[in-house]
């Protein structure tokens, strides 16, 4: 916490407000449309649910197929399922790690060849990298499929100073206690088209219509943000800024005592290669020209090379054993048990992120010697 949502929040509990609704909800989704540059937001229960009212908004149904980013966390794709529809998982690009735009346009070629076209897509920033935006919102044009913009992980970062979490017909936030900044959970809803985010905001409190009783005329949902959370969102307003360099300062410092080496790879053969050398073996992927990334987690690629063979496994088990927590990258969703099933697009760079990539470390309130131990571990293995 950064000092000021205890002041938001016992302003709630001075005034009674601890309630659903309250002047601490407003005035988060205020500061939130300010900060992402967009026109309106719609503060929910989580992330999950901003993406599954998304859905609901684009009229998501059994039957429809909706393609998704298959290297994410499961949570940008299950609530296709809540629809009933059919996630179409596609793989991404080695720049930014997201959905591969000339695969994505591939396989939107295909489905309508094969006789459907998918109803909308779902685009994520992942580790707080901006998607390759500038060519995907050319192909949602083309195609008339609206995106979906996942940017639960990317608060604050952007491209050309466009904001993530302004790209998309409908974006998404996430407050969870792992994101940048965290309400405990929450979520939010984003549009530039205010009566989405009003029909959002009336379908996440039950879908109540306007009468002095309770009637309702659609199914509605329980996904509102309470006064009291928001409150605590407003205080991590105040700091979100802060914690944006200190994550990069994170990613800085691992970067220049792990190799200082920049990821760079040819998918020419069908499988990624490393085509530069690294004297740690350790690789950063770097931010592309005119981007920026809040560097949500650091994360790095470990290429073992024949000769010493340290993998992405050696490391984690070596922190593991100093009782430091690290973690693979995200599991793509197309080798996920539950998603099997669902049509998946590969070009194998998923799964290679998979294989050989490590999230260290990186909350911002780690200290500078907690992170040199890391460090030191870390090279300790690679020795
Ligand atoms: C955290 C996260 C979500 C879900 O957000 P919750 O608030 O935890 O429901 C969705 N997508 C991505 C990529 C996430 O990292």
């Keep these: 916490m950064g000092g000021h949502e205890s002041d938001f929040v016992q302003e709630a509990f001075d005034t009674n407000w601890v309630a659903p609704l309250g002047p601490n909800v407003n005035g988060f989704e205020k500061d939130l449309t300010e900060y992402v540059g967009i026109k309106s937001a719609g503060a929910l229960a989580s992330g999950t649910a901003a993406i599954h009212l998304a859905l609901i908004l684009l009229g998501i149904k059994e039957e429809d197929e909706v393609i998704c980013q298959s290297f994410t966390f499961s949570a940008s794709a299950n609530p296709i399922c809540y629809q009933k529809a059919t996630p179409i998982f596609v793989d991404s690009e080695l720049d930014t790690w997201n959905i591969d735009p000339e695969l994505l346009e591939q396989v939107i070629k295909n489905r ?18 901006p998607a390759k935006m500038d060519q995907i919102i050319g192909i949602s044009n083309k195609y008339n499929i609206p995106i979906i913009e996942d940017a639960a992980e990317a608060l604050g970062s952007y491209i050309n100073n466009r904001k993530c979490g302004s790209f998309g017909k409908l974006s998404v936030l996430s407050f ?10 929450g979520g939010a809803i984003l549009s530039n088209e205010t009566e989405l985010i009003e029909k959002a905001r009336f379908l996440a ?4 219509d306007e009468a002095p009783h ?11 943000m309470s006064n009291i959370l928001a409150g605590i969102g407003r205080g ?7 914690r944006i360099n200190r994550r990069r300062e994170i990613h800085q410092l691992y ?3 792990l190799g200082k080496t920049w990821l760079e790879v040819s998918n020419n ?9 690294s004297t740690t073996n350790i690789y950063f992927l770097k931010e592309p020209e005119n981007y920026f990334s809040n560097r949500w987690l650091t994360t790095i690629i470990i290429d073992s090379k024949e000769c010493d063979g340290v993998s992405r496994e050696d490391i984690r088990l070596e922190l593991e054993r100093n009782n430091i927590e690290s973690r693979p990258l995200w599991k793509p969703m197309h080798l996920q048990p539950v998603f099997k099933n669902f049509p998946h697009y590969s070009n194998k760079v998923s799964d290679w992120l998979f294989e050989k990539g490590l999230c260290l470390p990186s909350g911002s309130n ?7 131990r890391v460090i030191e571990i870390i090279k300790s293995v690679i020795k």
């Design 112 to 129: 309508i060849e094969k006789g459907k076209k998918p109803k909308a897509m779902i685009v994520v920033h992942l580790y707080g990298m």
């Design 176 to 185: 969870n206690g792992n994101k940048i900044i965290t309400t405990s959970g």
């Design 205 to 208: 409190t039950q879908a109540r």
């Design 214 to 224: 309770y009637q309702h005329s659609a199914i509605g949902y329980n996904y509102r």
């Design 236 to 242: 991590q307003m105040k700091v979100l800024d802060e």
């Design 255 to 257: 970067f220049n005592e």
């Design 269 to 277: 053969t069908g499988v990624p290669k490393i085509i530069n050398n």
């Design 366 to 372: 780690m200290e500078k010697a907690s992170q040199k």
